[in-house]
Every structure is written in C-alpha cells, then in structure tokens.
C-alpha cells in the first residue's frame, strides 16, 4: 500500500486509515478514559517513485530500509481504538526536488515539515474539531519538541510523552540532563506497578515520580516520570507529564503503558491491507 499525497482529508486514504475498531455510541467521547496517540510508521517500498519514498529508518523494519513514513494519530477508549488521522512524512530531499515531487502527485505549495510538526497539525485539526480525550502520549521523537508540549498544555490535555535520557531539567537548582536527576532519588522512592497486560502477563516495572516547575494556565503539574526494569535497573525510561494535581502515580503509568493500542492498530490495518490483496 502506499500513500495517496494527493488526498486532503483522512476519509481520501486508503483503507488502511479505515478505523479499525467501531465505536457505536456518541457517549464515549464523554469518559475521562480516552486517549490520543501519536506514532508512526514505515511501509516498506520498491523503486523511487512513490511518494516520500527513500531509503530512511523503519520502524517496522527495525533498520534503514527503502521506505515510506507516515505519521498517525490514534484514540483509544475502554469501546476500542482506531487511526482518525494520519500524514505522509516527506524528507527534506522530496522538496527540494519539485519536478519529482510533480511527477508524484504532490502539491507545488507543500513545504517540509518535520515529524513534530506534522503531529502538532493533526492534534490542532482534532483540537478545532472538538475531540474529547484527556490524556496524549508519544514516544521521544514527539515527546522532546517543547512546542509539541506547550500545545497540549495550551489546550488543557494531559499528556505522559516520552523523552530521551539526555533532556535537560531544571530541577532542584540544577539544571541537567534526566538521568542525572534520577541517580540521586531514595531507593524508597521507588513503587513496583504494572502498566497493564501482557502477553506473558502483568507488565511490571519500578516507577518513580518528580514534579517540577509551577502550574501551567489550567492549572495542571508538570512532572518526571521515570521506569526502570527489575532485572537491570540501568535499564530506565524517562517520561514528562503534565495533569491536574493529585493524579495518582497508577494513573500516570497506566497512560505510559498505553502505547499498545496504536501499535495494535497498525498490525491490524496492515494485516487487512495484505488479506486484500490476495
């Protein structure tokens, strides 16, 4: 499957942005359970004319590879999850050659943007057209951009996004990278919970969590939250958050662990495209 970059509307692409999981009642958007997820993903790609195509890394193929990026935006509620909207990520090399990009289809005004930049559109899209969700969640590639943060911020979203082990904190007087902060936290600090189901069983890590700075405009918190593993604890991840004062620790590592979702409809859409085609 490829791209259609001519499209200017989710409901233009092909079905693998279809939702994958019904909902069948409008009272869903209601509950304080749902969750916006931001992700992408590669579709592996023979040749150069397709649009976007170049050899880049894939996740899904866990190395550079021949590829097409697209970035996609996913909601999850306890009623099921679904992709609601998506962009083809073009590199740099794509716009800069305009008669390739003709030949492909793509429109003379289209600019590069980065992978942030493409996920701050589509949460404004779904922000301007009035999707309930309390919480956000990325991994470190959207979870390091300040203004992809400031934008949940603004708009009152809680969020748990992921950032690498070199984000810099200004916390305690000190203003160094997260995984210096964490070597001096009490071994007491830490709470074993699990941030939801397996397929071998509850998924248990050590957490531990750090608020910083002062209420933002709605008068939500922001924090550090770090995982660490329980066979190697030098095995950690590191998380911002931002939610209303008092949410429990549980909360915010049941959000952390609920990146499944989006990941579960790509293997599903993906599955559907491939039975498609025989």
């Given at each position: 499957m490829g791209f259609n970059a001519c499209?200017?509307?989710?409901?233009?692409?092909?079905?693998?942005?279809?939702?994958?999981?019904s909902v069948t009642s409008w009272s869903i958007w209601a509950t304080r359970k749902v969750s916006c997820f931001i992700d992408e993903t590669g579709f592996l790609k023979k040749g150069?004319?397709?649009?976007?195509?170049?050899?880049?890394?894939?996740?899904?193929?866990?190395?550079?590879?021949?590829s097409q990026i697209g970035v996609f935006l996913a909601y999850r509620s306890p009623w099921g999850h679904a992709l609601i909207d998506r962009e083809l990520y073009l590199p740099?090399?794509?716009?800069?050659?305009?008669?390739?990009?003709?030949?492909?289809?793509?429109?003379?005004?289209?600019?590069?943007?980065t992978k942030p930049?493409?996920?701050?559109?589509?949460?404004?899209?779904?922000?301007?057209?009035?999707?309930?969700?309390?919480?956000?969640?990325?991994?470190?590639?959207?979870?390091?951009d300040s203004k992809f943060r400031r934008l949940l911020e603004k708009h009152g979203f809680g969020y748990v996004v992921a950032v690498s082990c070199q984000q810099r904190l200004f916390l305690r007087g000190s203003y160094d990278r997260v995984?210096?902060?964490v070597q001096e936290i009490p071994e007491r600090k830490w709470k074993q919970l699990s941030c939801g189901s397996g397929?071998?069983?509850?998924?248990?890590?050590e957490w531990v969590f750090i608020p910083f700075g002062t209420a933002?405009?709605?008068?939500?918190?922001?924090?550090?939250?770090?995982?660490?593993?329980?066979?190697?604890?030098?095995?950690?991840?590191?998380?911002?958050?931002?939610?209303?004062?008092?949410?429990?620790?549980?909360a915010l590592v049941h959000v952390a662990g609920s990146r499944w979702a989006i990941e579960e409809c790509f293997e599903q859409s993906k599955t559907r495209d491939r039975l498609e085609r025989v």
């Open positions: 499209s200017a509307a989710p409901a233009g692409m092909q079905m693998m942005f279809v939702m994958i999981c150069d004319k397709s649009a976007g195509v170049s050899r880049q890394y894939s996740g899904t193929a866990g190395r550079i590879e021949n740099k090399s794509w716009i800069d050659d305009r008669t390739r990009c003709e030949e492909a289809g793509i429109p003379a005004d289209t600019t590069f943007a930049t493409i996920a701050r559109r589509m949460l404004q899209r779904a922000f301007d057209d009035g999707l309930p969700a309390s919480w956000v969640t990325a991994d470190e590639i959207y979870g390091s995984d210096a902060h397929s071998k069983g509850e998924r248990l890590y933002t405009e709605h008068g939500q918190r922001k924090g550090l939250l770090v995982r660490r593993s329980l066979k190697d604890p030098e095995e950690r991840a590191y998380y911002f958050t931002h939610a209303k004062k008092g949410t429990r620790l549980a």
